[in-house]
């Protein structure tokens, strides 16, 4: 059978390569063999691939943060997913294969109203937007939560996950371009990032209190987030897209006593939290107030053209159902 392997630490475009590999022996007790159908090129992946990521497995191996298959076989002991039902992998399971054998009680089942490339997006950025808008504060309905990066496919799942709870969101972009865009989404208020922009948050805002910032930029971004946010709010840095350190003014550390958090959502702590997270995360997606969008599928053939697309920012799925 094919799947990808990662065969040096950067430069993915060239040093993943599709290989032949033996297909899975019979699954052992409390395991299920899966056969995959789609996997999403992260973010995470290409970090991976890149050597800067949290994980760093001994190569050659497949990679692959999430995906959705069919389950096609359990081992022992095994009543919680059955051949034939539509599953995501969880953590510590690598995706890019047409087979993977995974710890059965990690497997997600995926309600048929979903289908199969949505659901290889299920894992990841839905989920984590449930846990960024659950564990740092207590929000009820109408609080107000600001985050950068508004456009990026996280956001858009904070965003909706947001409003399925009744939360009030401002978001950030850097091009103005993008506010229509931001705005169809129904956000409360989308600004562009500006000297202007604290002020115009706090009009939008009629002065309440903003306890939850979502920071996935970095540098001056961050202290403009900062700077909008509450005496005692929680500021969640969760990505680095501007590759430029945070920056945050000393006023608002101590006269404010911000927070400021790292998040990564496969911390210990957290991982007891995904199945809950990653629950309420697919209700909103069925219910369709939630989309997941992509641009391209490849064949793991094409893993170097679609590594490209991914780099270049292309929502990117390699289609395990055209793997030869």
Known sequence: ??????????????????????????????????????????????????????????????????????????GPGVTNVKAGDRVTIPFGTFTWSEKVVAPAEGLFVVPSSIDAKTASMLNINPTTA???????????????????????????????????????????????????????LGVNFVGVESPDLPKQIQTATAGAPIALGLDAVGGPSTATMASVLSPGAHLVIYAWLSAVPIHVSQGDLIIKKLNIHGFWMYYDEYLPKIRAALTEATKVVASGKLKLPFSATYKPSQIKEAVEDAEHGGKVLLDFTHAN
Not at 130 to 157: I, T
């Open 1 to 74: 059978m094919k799947a990808i392997h990662l065969t040096a630490y950067g430069n993915p475009s060239q040093n993943l390569k599709i290989v032949e590999v033996s297909e899975p022996n019979q699954p052992s007790a409390g395991e299920a063999i899966v056969r995959m159908e789609y996997a999403p090129i992260a973010s995470s992946d290409l970090l991976l691939a890149n050597g800067v990521y949290l994980l760093r497995p001994k190569l050659p191996c497949v990679i692959g943060g999430e995906g959705a298959g069919i389950v096609e076989r359990v």
């Open 130 to 184: 449930v846990l960024l808008l659950s564990e740092f504060v207590k929000l009820k309905p109408k609080d107000w939560v600001v985050l950068n990066a508004a456009n990026s496919h996280v956001a858009r799942c904070i965003i909706a996950i947001a409003k399925s709870r009744g939360l009030h969101i401002a978001g950030i972009v850097r091009r103005p371009e993008l506010v229509p865009e931001i705005e169809k």
